[in-house]
């Protein structure tokens, strides 16, 4: 298991909430990729890559694809 834990989120009270949670969604789509990336685990051949995301070279299905 590998996590990743980032700098906080700024929250001004200001701010529109829809803002900070567009930030916040970024900011955890940057560190899930960072996890992913350094993962420590690789496939063992071209069948073994049903685990891995596609955009990292992996055949695991999109989101999209799993909901329908």
Do not use: C, F, N
């Amino acid at each position: 298991m590998t996590i990743r834990v980032g700098e906080p989120v700024e929250a001004p009270t200001d701010q529109y909430a829809g803002a900070i949670t567009r930030r916040l969604r970024e900011r955890v789509q940057e560190l899930l990729e960072a996890a992913q990336r350094a993962y420590p685990v690789r496939p063992k051949d071209a069948d073994d890559t049903w685990w891995v995301p596609a955009h990292l070279g992996g055949t695991a299905p999109e989101p999209a694809q799993v909901r329908d």
